[in-house]
């Protein structure tokens, strides 16, 4: 498949809007669930035109859409709660394993063999979050202790693992339904199941004051439908490895604006382990290839 401008373009700013995705959490007003509820809701109607343009979705696909969206809910909101625990730079680059964990699904579900490169990378990348780990706590940053720290990556690996699943589930399902009816059904799902998790904690639900407001819209609108949109867009017209390359704009940007915006530095250790993780990533998906 050769490399197109217009995608490499679309994945590389898609990939650099999710970036802003956990900045914007952490200056919400509002709690990690209620914030990430609002980001469905305002997305949603973006979606919804954009699902209108592609073909009619039947209703067992829309099923699996919806299962996958519980799936993407249980991530989006696993990741967000891990924010409040630990560092901006360990929950992205953590919850960016997926990866790692679709290569486990494929060997014990679908029996689908798992070569030296896969093996290699998934060590590496298992390495580098040990060591990403180790590194916060040595340094102490993070927005809670160093024990709910801990639990903030632990809660980070679980939700690489539910996104695995998502991705499973709307894969196979990509060569008969459009993009926009995906990012649609399973926002929908992911609303909802949003919506519950907020009524059950009793989470606020309205923000105080209009920069409260346009921090929810931003998280809608260029993270949810811009971000999401353009990465689908983009990892259609390229190899996965330039695809898993470019995408890489996300955690780096995350760690760069936790560094200025948060004071949360990466020490040696943690480099390490950041290094770690991106080359077992590249080196699983090259694989895969």
Not at 98 to 123: D, E, H
């Amino acid at each position: 498949m050769p490399v197109r401008g217009g995608g490499v373009l679309a994945v590389a700013l898609g990939g650099t809007l999710i970036g802003l995705a956990p900045i914007l959490v952490r200056l919400s007003d509002l709690g990690p669930l209620a914030t990430n509820l609002w980001r469905f809701v305002f997305a949603l109607p973006i979606l919804a035109l954009w699902a209108a343009r592609g073909a009619k979705t039947g209703a067992r696909d829309i099923g699996w859409l919806l299962l996958a969206g519980v799936l993407f809910g249980i991530e989006l909101n696993l990741w967000a709660v891990a924010l409040t625990k630990t560092t901006v730079a360990n929950a992205t680059l953590l919850a960016n394993l997926t990866p790692i964990f679709a290569a486990a699904f494929g060997y014990f579900v679908f029996k689908q063999r798992l070569g030296a490169g896969v093996l290699l990378g998934g060590l590496a990348a298992m390495a580098g979050a040990v060591m990403l780990a180790l590194g916060r706590a040595q340094g102490g940053v993070g927005p809670a202790s160093v024990e709910e720290g801990w639990i903030g990556d632990a809660m980070s690996l679980v939700a690489a693992l539910g996104y695995a699943g998502y991705l499973l589930i709307v894969r196979s399902l990509g060569s008969r339904v459009s993009v926009g009816a995906v990012m649609l059904w399973a926002g929908i799902a992911s609303a909802l199941f949003t919506l519950m998790l907020c009524l059950i904690t009793r989470e606020p639900l309205l923000p105080h004051s209009w920069q409260g407001w346009a921090i929810l819209i931003a998280l809608g609108v260029l993270v949810q439908s811009g971000g999401q949109g353009l990465i689908a867009y983009g990892v259609g017209r390229l190899p996965i490895v330039v695809s898993t390359v470019l995408l890489w704009t996300q955690p780096l940007a995350a760690a760069a604006l936790s560094w200025v915006m948060f004071d949360e530095r990466l020490g040696a250790i943690a480099l390490i382990g950041a290094a770690l993780v991106l080359f077992g990533l590249y080196t699983v998906q090259r694989a895969r290839q």
